[in-house]
């Protein structure tokens, strides 16, 4: 059985975290009907360790408008912290999960809404292998 994304994200250098998360809030976002531009200005000339925690906060302040997304964010939260990841790697898990379920939008049916979220992570394991192999990274099985 293949590793989750999860496992991966603390065997990647920071900037393979970076490219990740912006990834995810920008396009993968948007396809989930959701756009998100961030302020470019308060993102200049930040290391990786402080832009990861800003371009989130930046995107959760946009995106979780509603009750629906709130709950999102909590259940993405709670799931995140079960997978017991610390520092940038967490952050990244959490955004990753977020974004993950916004696809299914609300009154989607059950088999409509898995098949979403098995899609999403799909695109999400294929675009942090690309980026991880960009970085010199091989992740394992």
Known sequence: MPK???EHLSNLP???????TQWCVTQQAREAGYEFIPNEAKLEDLPT???IPELVGQFMDTTRKDIRTGLVATFAGK???????SGLPAMVDFVSLYVK??????????????????????????????????HNVKLSA
């Open 79 to 85: 799931q995140a912290d079960n997978h017991s990841l």
């Open 14 to 20: 920071e900037e393979a975290l970076q490219e990740f």
């Open 101 to 134: 379920h916004l696809f299914p939008a609300e009154g989607t049916e059950e088999n409509e809404a898995e098949e979403l979220l098995t899609k999403a992570s799909e695109q999400q394991l294929e675009k942090l292998s690309q980026i991880a192999q960009e």
């Open 49 to 51: 360790a402080d832009y």
């Open 4 to 6: 989750s994304l999860h």
